[in-house]
């Protein structure tokens, strides 16, 4: 089906922080697949951690225990705020799964009349029926009418909003800490502090969208570690699986123990295969220094986007984002812009408010972000003069 517009570009192979095309055109990397490829192409222990679990067991669904799953569960409960989790296979999945558990929970704990969950204007959960509904964008809802209903829409970061939108009806709070499709925009300092303070007054539950921002890309294992909260739920995948499809949802226990046997499933989800690339992915992401060096890359990278802007005003508005998820916002229309840039050898990837996303693999090193820096220059600079 012709659902997506791509680029003329044949992908042959991948290795660390570069494409390789049929006709053997070498792209630096600065998509990951859209901030999946979190180790980089073919990294080689997420490489033989999957030949091993191909070699061994592929599937033998939930019907039985996956000691894969067990130990990855473990691992993600002890290494965060979380009591339990729930794997499956993306984040359209996971988020599902989290508003679900918002609806169960209230009926549960004797409030079935709770259901309404306030979202985020400009966000961006999923392409699922309710999750196109709940992050409300006209471009993913054209078409596709009668909208899901029970999500109430306020500014992302407008406090006063927010709690002018709670009623008798409410069961939950969702946002992304850095809007990924919605323009790369990182929530003010303090804001999810504040969502956990508004939902506890009120009796209502913190849903994070870390589908993007989760597994170490803004530099903490997950984002909303800098704003130091506890969330009710949290959904996760792209970089979970370094580019094996695998979703999370986190829960702490008063919200997963009301997911009882039947309340959900998924065939695939958490499957053997899965579960060894995720735990290889996590080996490295939980060594010692990783996410230091992801906070240090980041730094620069955010650096050397400002200095574009800085450079050049007649191409980029604003540079902006977190850790390793910056957004340039383009005055051209952005679309032409990234097109621009593959042309040049750099891979980005386009995202709402006309921003084209710089969200490289976790593994890049100084030298890619000066490669990367020096081909924007050279672009933006012939942009600017076709412009003038």
Not at 233 to 240: D, E, R, S, Y
Request: net charge neutral.
């Amino acid at each position: 089906m012709p659902t997506y517009a791509r680029a003329d570009l044949a992908i042959a192979r991948g290795e660390g922080m570069y494409l390789y095309t049929t006709d053997n055109r070498r792209l630096l990397d600065f998509g990951a697949g859209v901030a999946v490829v979190s180790l980089g192409h073919c990294h080689p222990h997420l490489v033989q951690a999957l030949q091993k679990q191909a070699a061994t067991l592929w599937h033998c669904s939930n019907l039985y225990r996956i000691p894969g799953q067990e130990r990855l569960a473990e691992r993600l409960v002890a290494a965060s705020f979380a009591d339990s989790v729930f794997f499956s296979n993306s984040g359209l999945e996971a988020m599902e799964c989290a508003l679900k558990m918002a609806r169960r929970y209230h009926d549960e704990t004797g409030q079935p009349n709770r259901y309404r969950v306030i979202v985020a204007q400009d966000a961006f959960h999923g392409r699922s029926l309710a999750t196109i509904a709940a992050g409300g964008q006209a471009k993913h809802l054209k078409g596709f009418d009668p909208v899901v209903g029970g999500f109430d829409r306020v500014a992302f970061g407008n406090l006063n909003e927010t709690r002018a939108a709670i009623g008798p009806e409410t069961a939950a709070i969702l946002v992304e800490p850095v809007q990924g499709e919605g323009g790369l925009r990182a929530a003010p300092p303090g804001y999810l502090k504040s969502l956990r303070a508004i939902a506890d007054e009120f009796g209502l539950l913190l849903i994070l969208d870390e589908v993007q921002t989760g597994m170490g890309r803004t530099g903490k294992l997950f984002a909303h570690e800098w704003d130091d909260i506890r969330p009710d739920i949290v959904a996760v995948a792209k970089g979970l699986g370094g580019g094996f499809p695998v979703g999370a949802t986190l829960a702490v226990e008063k919200v997963a123990k009301v997911m009882t046997a039947g309340s959900h499933g998924s065939t695939f989800g958490g499957n053997p295969l899965a579960m060894a690339a995720a735990n290889a992915v996590l080996d490295v992401i939980l060594a010692d220094g990783f996410l230091e060096r992801v906070r240090s890359m980041g730094a620069r990278l955010k650096d050397a986007a400002e200095g574009l802007a800085r450079r050049h005003p007649r191409v980029i508005a604003e540079a902006r984002g977190l850790g390793l998820m910056i957004g340039l916002k383009t005055i051209p229309e952005n679309a032409g812009v990234a097109s621009a840039l593959a042309d040049a050898g750099l891979l980005t990837v386009v995202a709402g408010d006309n921003v084209i996303r710089l969200v490289p693999p976790l593994i890049v090193e100084e030298s890619h972000i000066g490669e990367a820096t020096a081909i924007m220059d050279r672009v933006f600079a012939s942009l600017a003069e076709k412009a003038a």
